[in-house]
């Protein structure tokens, strides 16, 4: 389990025999039907749940997952996501009719789904295999042919998925290849169809810069700090539950995680005290002795939280819960901080980690005023009873999405767009709206009768003139 990432001059013969092949295949992938898509998804669905117990020791080796959360929050997303087009796929894949404007009569038109055709699926470490067997469902599902290239952090999960992608699919149908940025920019150059990125909004950046050279389509399912509202009439058990669940599961390292709370200054110590209780009936007082509380990834990741802690501190924030770090254990305690000035990197990074700013407001445009200010957030958090305040926090703010009463949850509903706002991403991913982004909507106009538009063809006349003019007055 402890082979190391594969090189570059390793992997470059590999990505030019494997793009090739996949070249050759595409067409002949793509006249598959539903049912022999969706036997392929049944396949590796056997092969990914023969595979449970591998993939929760390697994930507990690369950040100490809970074997529980392993199941809920990356096995149970893929199967579940598999189900939907089980479902779904054969109403998907239909010609959809389209309808005839009056000027066009004689014609039939419908919309074609077709595959994109090669696709490139770049992976973050934080979920490893949700986020990179989810989207290839979707992929596979459209008819495309695949390379996955997930995070040279998570190691051990990417070694592991590359067994599962060997036994299910033949390489010229899906390809799994490691590697470091190197691998990953050398698979950046090749012309694919549509690259499939999740990952940080700055290396997003690159990966649409990249995409450009060839006019490849994106997905760039990004970060940024997702805000929590905690209102003054909110239930503040229930608020702070769900929120010590969403921020503390796989220790904060999650993009829809809340990344700083506001709450109302009315129930600020209550809401605090509620939280503290949530945490400790989780974790414990010392969540370092409970299986279920994960790990930093990387002493690197380690040492960026540890820092941002010791900025805040400098700049006059207050540890209101929890503090303590251990870099041989790569380990953070579930952490409350108040009174964070806007200048300290936990107010301006995302923060990715088990570190909780929490904000203070009198009225509920500060929090608004605030965020306005910022990135679009990936995820914006409501916990209100007021629906006059849930509504003018909507209509007032941008977000890619929003749950209200609630937090990470969505991320389950499949029947919702998942996706981000210009920095926090671009496209949605789940269900029917990643399968859009895996298709191109193919118009097709079929002249089956007879058109009055051959009448309009030049020298246009008096008469063309005076049907121009019924055009503009009546189509
Ligand atoms: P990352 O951007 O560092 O890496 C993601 C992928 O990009 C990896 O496969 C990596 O090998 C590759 N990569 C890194 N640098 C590259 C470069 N210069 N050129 C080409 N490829 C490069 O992200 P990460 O640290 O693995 O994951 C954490 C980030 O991902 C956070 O910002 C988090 O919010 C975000 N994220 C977003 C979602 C979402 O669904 N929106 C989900 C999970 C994580």
């Known amino acids: 389990m402890n082979s190391p990432v594969p090189s570059l001059q390793v992997q470059k013969p590999r990505i030019d025999r494997i793009f090739q092949m996949q070249f050759d295949f595409q067409y002949e992938l793509a006249r598959r039907t539903a049912r022999e898509r969706l036997a392929r998804l049944d396949r590796f669905e056997q092969v990914l749940l023969r595979y449970r117990e591998e993939i929760k020791e390697a994930m507990r080796l690369d950040f100490g997952k809970h074997p529980f959360e392993v199941d809920m929050t990356e096995l149970f997303v893929i199967t579940h996501e598999i189900r939907q087009y089980r479902r779904s796929l054969r109403r998907w894949l239909k010609p959809q009719p389209a309808g005839t404007p009056l000027h066009l009569l004689g014609s039939r038109s419908h919309i074609l789904y077709e595959p994109k055709g090669l696709v490139l699926i770049m992976s973050p470490w934080n979920f490893p295999i949700n986020l990179t067997f989810a989207p290839m469902v979707s992929a596979i599902a459209a008819g495309n042919c ?3 290239k997930p995070s040279e952090v998570s190691r051990h999960s990417s070694a592991v998925m590359e067994k599962i992608v060997a036994e299910a699919f033949e390489e010229r149908e899906v390809a799994l290849i490691q590697g470091d940025v190197q691998v990953a920019q050398a698979l950046l150059e090749k012309p694919f169809n ?23 389509s994106v997905t760039l399912e990004l970060g940024g700090k997702s805000p929590t509202i905690v209102d003054a009439g909110a239930n503040l058990r229930q608020a702070a539950r769900r929120i010590a669940m969403a921020k503390f599961a796989n220790v904060g390292q999650m993009c829809i995680s809340p990344d700083h709370v506001f709450v109302h200054r009315r129930v600020k110590d209550a809401f605090l005290s509620e939280l503290v ?20 990834v990387s002493p690197a990741h380690f040492r960026r939280l540890d820092e941002l802690l010791q900025e805040a501190r400098k700049l006059g924030a207050k540890i209101t819960y929890g503090g303590r770090t251990e870099a041989g254990q790569k380990f953070i305690e ?13 107010m301006k990074e995302e923060i990715f980690g088990p570190i909780l700013p929490i904000l203070t407001f009198d009225r509920i445009d500060e929090p608004i005023a605030f965020i306005r200010q910022g990135a679009k957030p990936l995820a914006l958090y409501i916990y209100s009873r007021n629906r006059r305040h849930i509504r003018t926090i909507l209509a007032e703010t941008r977000a890619g999405t929003t749950a209200v009463n609630n937090s990470a949850v969505h991320f389950y509903n499949t029947q919702l767009p998942f996706g981000g706002s210009n920095a926090s991403g671009i496209g949605n991913a789940h269900g029917l709206f990643s399968f859009f982004e895996f298709t191109n909507p193919r118009a097709v106009y079929d002249q089956k009768w007879p058109s009055g538009l051959d ?21």
């Open 146 to 148: 695949v390379i996955l």
């Open 194 to 216: 549509h690259i499939f990125f999740t990952g940080s909004t700055e290396v997003g950046k690159k990966i649409m810069a990249a995409a450009s050279q060839h006019l490849a």
């Open 277 to 296: 209780g949530q945490i400790e009936s989780c974790y414990g007082k010392q969540a370092e002795l409970e299986p279920s509380y994960a790990r930093i």
């Open 334 to 346: 579930p952490t409350l901080v108040t009174e964070v000035p806007p200048q300290a990197g936990l």
């Open 455 to 475: 009448l309009l063809r030049a020298p246009y006349g008096k008469w063309r003139q005076k049907m121009a003019d019924i055009a503009l007055r009546w189509l």
